[in-house]
C-alpha cells in the first residue's frame, strides 16, 4: 500500500510516523513537504501541551467543545509514553545528547505550568481562570493553590503582578523544533518511508479516487492513498484540485512568537494567563535548545489575526505588544534578555473554528487541518485516530462530529456571539493600553462594539445563530458565508 503524506509539520510527521510504525515490507509512505516550512505552525508553538489551562468559560458547553477537551484530555496522558516512543525508534539517529533521554526528564519535554490570574487585562481573565479551576477540580486533575510570589522566575512590575495562581503538574511542554527534528530521525529508520522536497498544487481525481498529487514543479506522485495535512493551506490544494467535495474553509491565524536568551533569568516552569481577547493569553516557556546546551532560552507568546492569505511575516505591532507583555507581567528582567527570534506561524483555523480531521467521500483521500492552537498536544491522538480510519479499523462515533465535510458547527447563539465578542474585544483593548476616561466610556466602547455585531449579524443574515467570535471580520469581508 503506498500512502502520500502531503505536508510535512507535526500533524503529517506524527501520522507518518504511526504508519510507518504499521508498515509491511512492502508499503510506502511518502511525505511530500518543503524542508524550509514556511509559515508553518509547528515550528512557531511553544509548544505548550496544555488541556485544563487552555479551557474558557464555556469550552465544555457544547458537545463538540466537550470532545475536543476530552481528546486534549487524552493527549495529556499520551505524550510521556509517544515521547519515548519517537526517541526508541530514533536510537543512534537522535542529535548526540538525546540518545541519553529516556522521555520526561526535563530536556525537550518537560512538566508544570502556573496559570497566574493578574490585572492586566479585564475581567474576562478572572472568568477563565475560574473556569480552569473549575474544570481541574470537576475532572480530579492534580493541580495545587499556590502564592504567586512562590513562582520561580516570577517578576512582574508590581502594578502587573498576580493575585492568584494555580500550578498544574501535569501540563508541560516540548520544543517543537527538536521534536520535528528528533521525528524525522525516527521516521528514516523505516526503509518504507520517502521524504520529497516539494509542494503539491493539487490532487489528480480522473474517476471516483485520487490517482496522483501533482506538485508545484510538475512531478506526480501516485499512491493508493492519501492524508491532506498542510495546516492553514489545505483550501487551497482542495480549491485548485477540484474534487467535487465541500470542506469548509480554513484561514491563516496568523500568530508571533519571540524567542529570547535570559541567561540570569531562566525559566524552569511554563508560566501563563488564562485565554483573553482572541488569543491563548501570554504565555512564557522554557525554550530547551538542545542536550548540553545552556537552559535559558524562553518562548513568549502570542499573537493572533485571521486572514485569508498567508502573511509570511508577522507585524511590528504584535512583536512590540508580546515585548511589553513579557517584561510587565512576567518578569522585568527580560528588558535584558536577548531576542533570538521571531516566529510566525499560520494557525490552521477553520470557519468554525474546530479541527476538521476524517475520513472524505472520497474513499482514498482523509483530512487533518484545523487544529487552530492546540494541534501540537493533540497530535499523539489525532495521529492515532488517523491511522485506525487508514486501517478502516472503527472509531468514537463522537470523532464524526470532527468530519471535514461537516456543515460548519454553529455553536453560539446569536446573543452568546455577541456577548462574548464584545468581552474578547474589550479584553484586546485593555491588553493594548485601554484607558478609559472615569466617565462612562468604558460602558460607551462595549455598547459601540454590541451595536457593530448587531449590525454584522444582520449583514451577513446570523439572525438564529452567531459568528465565531474569531471569525467576524471574516464574515465581514465576505471571506466567510453561512
Ligand atoms: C504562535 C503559535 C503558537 C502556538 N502554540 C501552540 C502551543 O503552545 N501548543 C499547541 O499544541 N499548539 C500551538 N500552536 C498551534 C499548533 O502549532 C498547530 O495547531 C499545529 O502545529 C498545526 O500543525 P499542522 O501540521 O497541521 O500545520 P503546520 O505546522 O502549519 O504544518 C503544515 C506543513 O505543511 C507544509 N505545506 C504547506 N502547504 C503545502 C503543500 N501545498 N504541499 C506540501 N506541503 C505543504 C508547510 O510547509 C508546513 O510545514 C501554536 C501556533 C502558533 C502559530
Same mark, same amino acid.
Given at each position: 500500500m503506498?500512502?502520500?503524506?502531503?505536508?510535512?509539520?507535526?500533524?503529517?510527521?506524527?501520522?507518518?510516523?504511526?504508519?510507518?510504525?504499521r &508498515?509491511?515490507?512492502?508499503?510506502?509512505?511518502t511525505?511530500v513537504?518543503?524542508a524550509?516550512?514556511?509559515?508553518?505552525?509547528?515550528? #512557531?508553538?511553544?509548544?505548550?501541551?496544555?488541556?485544563?489551562?487552555?479551557?474558557?468559560?464555556a469550552?465544555l458547553d457544547?458537545?463538540?467543545g466537550?470532545?475536543?477537551?476530552e481528546?486534549?484530555?487524552?493527549?495529556?496522558?499520551?505524550?510521556?509514553?509517544?515521547?519515548?516512543?519517537?526517541?526508541?525508534? &530514533?536510537?543512534?539517529?537522535?542529535p548526540?545528547?538525546?540518545?541519553?533521554?529516556?522521555?520526561?526528564?526535563?530536556?525537550?519535554f518537560?512538566?508544570?505550568?502556573?496559570?497566574?490570574?493578574n490585572a492586566?487585562?479585564?475581567?474576562l481573565?478572572?472568568?477563565?481562570?475560574?473556569?480552569?479551576?473549575?474544570?481541574?477540580?470537576?475532572?480530579?486533575?492534580?493541580?495545587e493553590?499556590?502564592?504567586p510570589?512562590?513562582?520561580?522566575?516570577?517578576?512582574?512590575?508590581?502594578?502587573?503582578?498576580?493575585?492568584?495562581?494555580?500550578? *498544574?503538574p501535569?501540563?508541560?511542554?516540548?520544543?517543537?523544533?527538536?521534536?520535528v527534528?528528533v521525528?524525522?530521525?525516527?521516521?528514516?529508520?523505516?526503509?518504507?518511508?520517502?521524504?520529497i522536497?516539494?509542494?503539491?498544487?493539487r490532487?489528480?481525481?480522473?474517476?471516483?479516487?485520487?490517482? #496522483?498529487?501533482?506538485?508545484t514543479?510538475?512531478r506526480r506522485?501516485?499512491g493508493?492513498?492519501?492524508v491532506?495535512?498542510?495546516?492553514?493551506?489545505?483550501s487551497?490544494v482542495?480549491d485548485?484540485?477540484?474534487l467535487? *467535495?465541500?470542506v469548509?474553509?480554513?484561514?491563516?491565524?496568523?500568530?508571533?512568537?519571540?524567542?529570547?536568551?535570559?541567561?540570569?533569568f531562566?525559566h524552569?516552569?511554563?508560566?501563563?494567563?488564562?485565554?483573553r481577547?482572541?488569543?491563548?493569553g /501570554?504565555?512564557?516557556?522554557?525554550?530547551?535548545?538542545?542536550?548540553?546546551?545552556?537552559?535559558?532560552?524562553i518562548?513568549?507568546g502570542?499573537?493572533?489575526f485571521?486572514?485569508?492569505?498567508?502573511?509570511?511575516?508577522?507585524r511590528?505591532?504584535?512583536?512590540?505588544? /508580546?515585548m511589553?507583555?513579557a517584561?510587565?507581567?512576567?518578569?522585568?528582567?527580560?528588558?535584558? #534578555?536577548?531576542l533570538?527570534?521571531?516566529?510566525?506561524g499560520?494557525?490552521?483555523?477553520?470557519?468554525?473554528?474546530?479541527?476538521?480531521?476524517?475520513k472524505?467521500?472520497?474513499?482514498?483521500?482523509?483530512?487533518?487541518?484545523?487544529t487552530?492552537?492546540?494541534?501540537?498536544?493533540?497530535?499523539?491522538? /489525532?495521529?492515532?485516530?488517523?491511522?485506525?480510519?487508514?486501517?478502516?479499523?472503527?472509531?468514537?462515533?463522537?470523532?464524526?462530529?470532527?468530519?471535514p465535510?461537516?456543515?460548519?458547527?454553529?455553536?453560539?447563539?446569536?446573543?452568546?456571539?455577541i456577548r462574548?465578542?464584545?468581552?474578547?474585544?474589550?479584553?484586546?483593548?485593555?491588553?493594548h493600553?485601554f484607558a478609559?476616561?472615569k466617565?462612562?466610556m468604558?460602558?460607551?466602547?462595549? #455598547?459601540?462594539?454590541r451595536?457593530d455585531?448587531?449590525?454584522?449579524?444582520?449583514?451577513?443574515g &446570523?439572525i438564529?445563530?452567531g459568528?465565531?467570535p474569531?471569525m467576524?471580520?471574516?464574515?465581514?469581508y465576505?471571506?466567510?458565508?453561512g
Open positions: 503506498d500512502t502520500i503524506v502531503v505536508g510535512n509539520g507535526i500533524i503529517a510527521l506524527t501520522v507518518a510516523f504511526r504508519l510507518a510504525k &508498515a509491511a515490507a512492502t508499503d510506502h509512505v511525505i513537504g518543503p524550509a516550512r514556511p509559515g508553518s505552525a509547528t515550528m #512557531a508553538a511553544a509548544a505548550m501541551l496544555n488541556s485544563f489551562a487552555e479551557l474558557d468559560a469550552s457544547s458537545e463538540i466537550f470532545q475536543h477537551f481528546l486534549s484530555h487524552l493527549a495529556s496522558r499520551r505524550w510521556p509514553g509517544f515521547i519515548k516512543e519517537i526517541l526508541a525508534v &530514533a536510537g543512534s539517529l537522535l548526540p545528547g538525546c540518545a541519553k533521554c529516556e522521555g520526561p526528564c526535563g530536556g525537550c518537560a512538566l508544570g505550568t502556573y496559570l497566574i490570574n492586566a487585562a479585564d475581567s481573565d478572572d472568568e477563565n481562570f475560574d473556569a480552569v479551576v473549575a474544570a481541574l477540580e470537576k475532572f480530579d486533575e492534580p493541580f493553590r499556590v502564592s510570589r512562590d513562582i520561580p522566575n516570577y517578576q512582574p512590575e508590581e502594578r502587573q503582578r498576580a493575585t492568584r495562581a494555580v500550578y *498544574i501535569n501540563e508541560g511542554w516540548i520544543n517543537p523544533r527538536l521534536l527534528e521525528l524525522e530521525a525516527a521516521l528514516s529508520r523505516f526503509p518504507q518511508v520517502s521524504f522536497e516539494g509542494e503539491v498544487d490532487f489528480i481525481k480522473p474517476g471516483a479516487r485520487i490517482e #496522483a498529487a501533482q506538485l514543479d510538475g506522485l501516485g493508493d492513498r492519501f491532506l495535512a498542510t495546516g492553514a493551506t489545505v487551497g482542495l485548485r484540485s477540484e467535487g *467535495i465541500e469548509q474553509r480554513v484561514f491563516y491565524g496568523v500568530g508571533v512568537s519571540l524567542e529570547i536568551r535570559s541567561p540570569e531562566p524552569s516552569k511554563c508560566i501563563r494567563t488564562p485565554n481577547g482572541f488569543v491563548g /501570554l504565555y512564557s516557556v522554557p525554550y530547551f535548545t538542545g542536550p548540553g546546551e545552556p537552559t535559558d532560552h518562548l513568549i502570542a499573537t493572533n485571521i486572514s485569508p492569505v498567508p502573511r509570511p511575516n508577522g511590528v505591532g504584535s512583536v512590540e505588544s /508580546l511589553r507583555a517584561m510587565e507581567q512576567i518578569n522585568s528582567n527580560f528588558y535584558r #534578555a536577548d533570538v527570534r521571531v516566529n510566525v499560520w494557525r490552521p483555523t477553520s470557519q468554525d473554528t474546530l479541527p476538521l480531521v476524517g472524505t467521500s472520497i474513499d482514498n483521500l482523509i483530512i487533518a487541518s484545523g487552530k492552537r492546540d494541534g501540537l498536544h493533540l497530535s499523539p491522538v /489525532l495521529s492515532e485516530k488517523v491511522v485506525a480510519m487508514l486501517y478502516d479499523e472503527p472509531t468514537d462515533p463522537e470523532f464524526r462530529l470532527f468530519d465535510e461537516r456543515k460548519p458547527h454553529k455553536l453560539l447563539t446569536r446573543e452568546a456571539a462574548k465578542g464584545v468581552r474578547h474585544l474589550m479584553s484586546a483593548a485593555y491588553q493600553g478609559p476616561a466617565s462612562r468604558k460602558d460607551q466602547v462595549a #455598547a459601540m462594539y451595536q455585531l448587531e449590525r454584522l449579524h444582520d449583514q451577513v &446570523a438564529d445563530w459568528i465565531p474569531d467576524f471580520d471574516m464574515y465581514r465576505g471571506h466567510a458565508r
